[in-house]
């Protein structure tokens, strides 16, 4: 049991964070993750599935959008910032499906550029981001309108999805802002645990030479060893005991990935960064980089496609060097690396080719 800085509590040992993230006692009623916005939790879980179920269909298209996305980046780029825009341009049609009207597609591209979808590290930067925010939301209200009189048989995008699952008698504007929380939430983590997938390996292997790794073996680790969620929180309904120690009703209590996935006791080294350990059975610890129990993220086995068919395509017939680059991550909304430059350089053909054999 460690006592946090602002009150309330971090668990760290594995099996009372398995208590706390699976327990019907600290999980029931509705998530804190869509605030108020949905008025059950069953309508927070079918949103969910929805736009899981949506994602999931359309990962072809994504996949097909990677190829000229990457093929169109420069030799040399500032991330996580490039990762950002990556990511924003091959699910845009997932988010928003092209038919979308153009004003409402305006403001989503404004907003994935501008500090709303990623969120800006200065405060003065989020400030500015507030304009776009709400032109933004004011888009996706009148989209939701509009949407709500030409009803579609099968969900063209994550808007579609949301429509769908929401109650029908939810007010535009908070569908709008669902989708909006939606957005951010595929995008923003998708676009971090990439950026750590590029950083880690980077750091870790020779500069100028193939990785010795599969793409997925890459990401599974690196979620390991910087998991996006810093804190998965949960609020004690009733008097509890954890470890000997009194929880009040009300009292937050929270359970650490980054804590759980580096701890001695349960993963074989696990302060360093080894993708192989992947390929094994043994050797594991507790991993929750999307969270466990009834609050887990529907669509974390989507998500981690996401980022693995991305690094796939960055990897793919080339090289990969980092300069500036650090392990240290900056807390903002989860863990974000902090800005390094990528060195992307294609293989010479006949390089790739003998490789390949």
């Given at each position: ?12 040992d594995?099996?009372?964070?398995e ?19 949905l ?37 040399v ?8 825009r ?10 928003l499906?092209?038919?979308t009207?153009a ?5 989503a591209?404004?907003a994935a550029?501008?500090?709303v ?65 939606m ?11 990439l ?10 292997h ?6 010795p ?22 609020t ?14 009300g ?8 804590l ?29 980089p ?18 693995t ?10 090289r ?8 240290r991550a ?11 430059t ?6 010479p ?9």
């Amino acid at each position: 049991m460690i006592p946090l800085p602002g009150g309330g509590w971090c668990l760290g040992d594995a099996k009372l964070a398995e208590t706390l993230l699976r327990g019907r006692e600290f999980n029931a009623g509705r998530s804190g993750f869509f605030g108020d916005l949905l008025p059950t939790r069953e309508a927070q879980v079918e949103v969910g599935r929805a736009v899981r179920d949506v994602l999931r269909a359309g990962l072809s298209d994504y996949r097909a959008a990677l190829i000229p996305a990457v093929t169109g980046l420069p030799g040399v780029g500032r991330w996580p910032a490039t990762g950002n825009r990556l990511v924003y341009r091959c699910l845009a049609n997932l988010l928003l499906h092209p038919g979308t009207q153009a004003d409402t597609r305006r403001w989503a591209d404004r907003a994935a550029h501008a500090g709303v979808v990623f969120r800006a590290p200065h405060v003065w930067q989020r400030a500015r981001a507030e304009v776009p925010r709400a032109k933004l939301i004011a888009a996706l209200t009148r989209e939701v309108a509009r949407r709500r009189q030409h009803h579609v048989d099968q969900p063209r995008d994550v808007l579609d999805a949301i429509l769908g699952a929401c109650p029908a008698d939810l007010p535009d504007q908070a569908v709008a802002k669902v989708h909006l929380t939606m957005f951010r939430a595929v995008a923003a983590p998708v676009a971090a645990s990439l950026a750590w997938s590029v950083l880690l390996p980077c750091l870790h292997h020779p500069a100028g030479t193939p990785w010795p790794w599969p793409a997925d073996q890459v990401v599974r680790e690196a979620l390991r060893y910087r998991p996006i969620p810093w804190m998965l929180r949960r609020t004690a309904a009733l008097p509890a005991t954890f470890a000997d120690t009194a929880i009040d009703p009300g009292e937050l209590v929270s359970v650490s990935p980054h804590l759980l996935h580096h701890d001695a006791r349960r993963w074989t080294d696990p302060e360093v960064f080894r993708p192989e350990r992947w390929a094994h059975p043994d050797g594991h610890g507790p991993y929750i980089p999307f969270g466990a129990g009834p609050f887990a993220c529907p669509g974390a086995s989507v998500a981690r496609t996401l980022v693995t068919e991305a690094l796939t395509a960055l990897t793919d017939n080339a090289r990969l060097t980092v300069t500036g680059g650090g392990t240290r991550a900056i807390s903002s909304e989860g863990i974000v690396p902090s800005p390094f430059t990528l060195h992307r350089a294609t293989w010479p053909t006949t390089h790739h080719e003998t490789g390949r054999r």
